[in-house]
């Protein structure tokens, strides 16, 4: 592709993830109101954040596999597609079932859309171009938080939720045309088989680096998952005030994607457990404070500095973990990452709706400190194994020579 081309690439591929991410999280905004509509529970309503982000752990990987003898141009303009349809018709979800039901089949076209477009842009962008590609698309999601959650819970407030969802698939169609015009043709097979994809789990490195995400992901959606509640409920923030709080609060997670490159540096695993701290000092505070709405929100923008620092750092981990273990299953490793990060939103959106059922939503930043705590401590131990795994290869070269 012409250096145009590849530009155009990028923008289309970076607007569709913005869309995907979108897709994904502006229900976070809309909960009260598809609470009141479908007349379920707050906890119920919070289900389909836990429920879209299972069915992206679980199938994503299972889609890529199944439809990778398909040329990837294909795919990934078929399953875009399929995001945008499938998202109108949430508007028809006049019952709790179909809307799960749509949520969860939408989860899965956009795990594969998103995984295969990383894949496609790794395959035409030029070398010196290609890791920022990437980071651009990864980043569409962040600039979700920062426009895409708070403009559509402004216009789902102001017409309707459905209205938000309906917004979402026409602004999508750009994107669409975009990624028709400049992407070329494919008949790259994404994937071997399945048995070759999962045999990065044997080994135990990878496995335990798989939980890193998990935790610490998910102890920043246990409140996040119901910040809006927490706003309106217990902060008591008016809710004229909440698109702009969320504005904030989406603004302030485009930092943490610049801390994250920063932990990505040298020994990530050093300053993962740095961040981990943090993240739990910062939770601990966040509980402590709540009955202080100013400080409160203090803490709340310093959770979002926090909430994406752990991304790319844990990436390149597990793709260098791939690279050693299975090279054969480098395009699966590249899915770890974002399977793990959804399996962390569905654990912290379940445990929350437990929290918020059985003790309240007050106790939600308690909840997350654990969670941090836990993601320190899986941390601590894959740098230990590092460390033993350096002294073994230290040691065997001394040997050889």
């Known amino acids: 592709m012409t250096r145009t081309r590849e530009t155009i690439f990028i923008i289309a591929f970076t607007f569709a993830a913005f869309v995907l991410g979108t897709t994904e999280y502006v229900i976070v905004g809309l909960l009260n109101d598809i609470s009141s509509s479908l007349s379920i529970s707050l906890a119920g309503a919070g ?3 836990s429920s879209f982000a299972i069915a992206y752990a679980l199938g994503t990987p299972f889609a890529v596999t ?11 303009l078929t399953s875009y597609i399929a ?15 179909v809307m799960l ?8 076209l956009c795990g594969l859309t998103l995984s295969l477009a990383i894949a496609a842009t790794s395959e035409h962008m030029s070398a010196f171009r290609r890791a920022g590609a990437v980071a651009w698309i990864i980043g569409g999601f962040s600039i979700a938080n920062v426009l895409g959650v708070p403009v559509g819970t402004q216009i789902g407030q102001m017409a309707g939720w459905q209205t938000a969802f309906i917004v979402t698939s026409l602004v999508g169609i750009i994107p669409l045309v975009l990624m028709m015009a400049v992407m070329p043709k494919s008949n790259t097979i994404s994937v071997s088989s399945m048995k070759q994809q999962f045999a990065l789990f044997k080994n135990k490195r990878i496995r335990l680096a ?3 995400p998990v935790l610490g992901v998910g102890s920043v959606f246990i409140v996040y998952t119901y910040i809006t509640p ?3 409920n217990v902060l008591g923030i008016p809710q004229q005030w909440i698109s702009t709080v969320l504005l904030a609060y989406g603004a302030f997670t485009i930092l943490s994607n610049w801390l994250g490159a920063k932990v990505a540096q040298g020994n990530s695993r050093v300053k993962l457990k740095v961040i981990f701290t943090i993240q739990a000092m910062i939770m601990m505070a966040l509980a402590l404070t709540l009955s202080l709405p100013w400080m409160a929100l203090v803490s709340l923008m310093l959770v979002a500095c926090f909430s994406f620092a752990l991304s790319t750092a844990v990436q390149l981990y597990l793709i260098d973990l791939a690279d050693e273990s299975s090279p054969g299953s480098k395009d699966f490793a590249s899915t770890l990452m974002p399977v793990a990060s959804n399996l962390g939103i569905a654990v912290g959106s379940l445990l929350g709706s437990l929290v918020v059922d059985n003790v309240g939503l ?3 930043p308690w909840a997350a400190v654990v969670f941090a705590i836990g993601a320190f401590a899986v941390t ?9 795994q350096l002294d073994i290869a230290l040691l065997t070269s001394a040997k050889a020579s």
């Open 47 to 49: 289900v389909l954040v």
């Open 66 to 76: 199944l439809l990778g003898r398909i040329p990837r141009h294909v795919t990934i």
């Open 83 to 97: 995001v945008l349809v499938f998202n109108y018709l949430t508007i028809f979800a006049t019952t709790y079932p």
């Open 101 to 108: 039901f749509i949520r969860i089949i939408t989860a899965i």
């Open 210 to 212: 798989f939980f890193i």
């Open 230 to 232: 927490l706003l309106e």
């Open 362 to 364: 007050e106790y939600l």
């Open 380 to 388: 601590s131990r894959c740098h230990q194994l590092d460390q033993e």
